[in-house]
């Protein structure tokens, strides 16, 4: 596994710039919109960097050795209050109600426990706070569901980890946020398949 992490890694960048000119809009609802003192859970190699304009200290959890390396170059290269620290989103290392806005784009796929992940992203956040979510979510159709459940099992062989049928959203709406705005949209990556995808934000 550890091999295929790091190929993964390594190639994430130029798969990424695939899809990426249809998820920079996502990115600017996202992180685009994050203020204060903020968190970002799963950084990757750090495609949301160049949009974290309005806040105040940036502090990213990164699991992943490999994708680490890459997102410790490009954070170097910026003049930026930005610390990285490697742990899990399911037992994040900080106190409570620090932090005034948390992002996730594209990671609640890969985390092992999504309900643990959000629990605690509601703790690290001050009343008042908010988290900016950019995801991929199981399909409303049943052919939709079923094609994801035909896919996951390679789907998540290849990207080392991704689910395509998680209900994130369903996840998201059970934690105990006092304001819940989303959007739900089918995203077309250029291939004859569409992917449900979910954007919005949750106030504590």
Sequence with gaps: ?????WFFAQWYDVLNSIVEPKV????HLTAGKSHGKTLEVGGGTGANLPYFETTSS?????????????LRKKVNNLNKDISIVKSFGEKLPFEDNI???VVTTLVLCMVNDVEKVILEIYRVLKPG????FYEHTVAGSFSGKLLQQLLDPI??????????????????KSA???KLEYDIFNLNVGIPITIPNIVGSGTK
């Excluded at 502090?59 to 390396?69: A, F, K, L, Q, S």
């Design 1 to 5: 596994m550890s091999i295929s992490k």
């Design 24 to 27: 920079i809009p996502y990115r």
């Design 58 to 70: 940036l502090t990213i959890v990164e699991p992943d050795v490999h994708m680490t390396n890459k």
């Design 99 to 101: 932090f005034d806005s």
């Design 129 to 132: 706070g908010k988290f900016f």
């Design 155 to 172: 789907w998540i062989l290849t990207t080392t980890g991704c689910h395509l049928k998680r209900d994130i959203l369903g996840v998201v």
């Design 176 to 178: 105990p946020f006092t």
